[in-house]
């Protein structure tokens, strides 16, 4: 039986006070406060399914013993618990774990950035982790509520490499799953979707890394096509360096739709914004448009945007509630748009 929790916003956590909290903020005032703070989550994956809000974040937990590293070792999740709440600005349920690392059978450790998707009466549920030889492969389950439980299918997505899955339906109900992260991520060992343990990061002059997109088959469970690298281009139409570090990818992909454009979200990671491009079809080319949310406290950044009603909202995170990098707290923002359809850039501190 999973244990169902009732939180409302900003409840104590293990002795933290409003004064703990302006401390660990670094002095600047938050723009919102954590969901939930009886448990660690980060990577928020916001959906509205039957005009409910349903929040896919990782479970962050202090893993004892295992030093920081770039490699991102210190992140060590072991299972998903799904958020979800009425209404922007209500009540927060914790509706407990919905997928455990000890029931994905092909699974080894770090249970990553998850997304999810409802189709033909299942909600699927996308996560990476890394296999049994520690390479990161994105798994899927399913679940007929969205709450789950989710059972995992036995094998990973053939094809699937790296982290940070989303997964977009377009209008015409075809869907697509993009994903990629270098460093930790592990997608510099990847070229041509062939793996190379001795993958090296790029040089400074060279061609930044891409993520990865592809169309999923009906099912949901397996890929309709080879996996295809996301171009996205400056203003001038050209690719960016590895040295263009505020700009190019780095992971946190995410896609949603406004006004018959498609607008491609990511992080930057080692500079910590929230970037975005525009292009006019699920594939791309995207054309960076600029800066959706400043970095925030903690190294990660990382984010999904949804419509709820006739407003726009942004789900992050930070590190609010702990000072620490791995052990971060999801909130909520509304994000808006000028008239030509560029995003305002968001400062998650006054």
């Known amino acids: 039986m999973r244990r169902i929790y009732t939180i409302l916003i900003l ?13 660990t903020s670094g002095g600047k005032t938050p723009i919102s406060q954590p969901l939930v703070s009886h448990i660690y989550t980060a990577d928020p994956s916001a959906h509205v399914f039957n005009g409910k809000i349903y929040i896919y ?16 070792g210190h992140f060590a999740m072991r299972d998903y618990h799904i958020l979800s709440m009425d209404k922007i600005g209500g009540p ?4 407990g774990v919905a997928l455990d690392l000890k029931d994905i ?3 080894g450790r770090q249970l990553w950035a998850p997304d999810a ?4 009466g299942i909600y699927y549920l996308y996560f990476p982790a890394k296999d049994k030889q520690d390479i990161f492969r994105i798994g899927v389950a399913t679940s007929k509520s969205p709450t789950g439980p989710f059972k995992a299918e036995p094998e990973p997505i053939k094809g699937s490499y790296s982290i940070d899955p989303t997964v977009f339906q377009d209008t015409d109900g075809k869907a697509y799953l993009y994903f990629g992260g270098i460093w930790g991520g592990q997608l510099q060992r990847w070229d041509n979707n062939q793996y190379n343990p001795k993958g090296a990061l790029k040089k400074k002059d060279e061609v930044a890394y891409l993520p990865s997109v592809a169309r999923l088959s009906a099912d949901m469970k397996s890929f309709a096509e080879p996996v295809r690298e996301v171009q996205i281009l400056d203003e001038n139409g050209k690719p960016f360096r590895e040295q263009d570090n505020d700009k190019r990818f780095f992971e946190a992909a995410w896609l949603h739709q406004y006004k018959g454009k498609y607008y491609f979200s990511y992080s930057t990671g080692d500079t910590h914004n929230l970037c975005y491009a525009i292009g006019d079809n699920p594939y791309g080319p995207f054309t960076y448009k600029g800066v959706v949310l400043k970095p925030v406290l903690g190294w ?18 930070d590190v609010q509630l702990s000072g620490k990098t791995h052990l971060r707290n999801v909130k909520v923002t509304e994000l808006t748009y000028n008239p030509d359809g560029t995003i305002k850039t968001i400062d998650a501190y006054k």
Request: proline residues 5%; hydrophobic residues 30%; aromatic residues 12%.
């Open 11 to 23: 409840p104590a956590l293990m002795g933290y006070s409003l004064t703990n909290l302006a401390q």
């Open 57 to 72: 974040p990782s479970h962050d937990i202090d893993a004892k013993n295992v030093k920081e590293d770039d490699e991102g």
């Open 92 to 95: 927060v349920k914790d509706n």
């Open 105 to 107: 059978p092909w699974a």
């Open 117 to 120: 998707t409802y189709k033909n």
């Open 300 to 317: 990660t950044n990382h984010h999904s945007i949804v419509q709820v009603g006739s407003k726009w909202y942004l789900f992050y995170h």
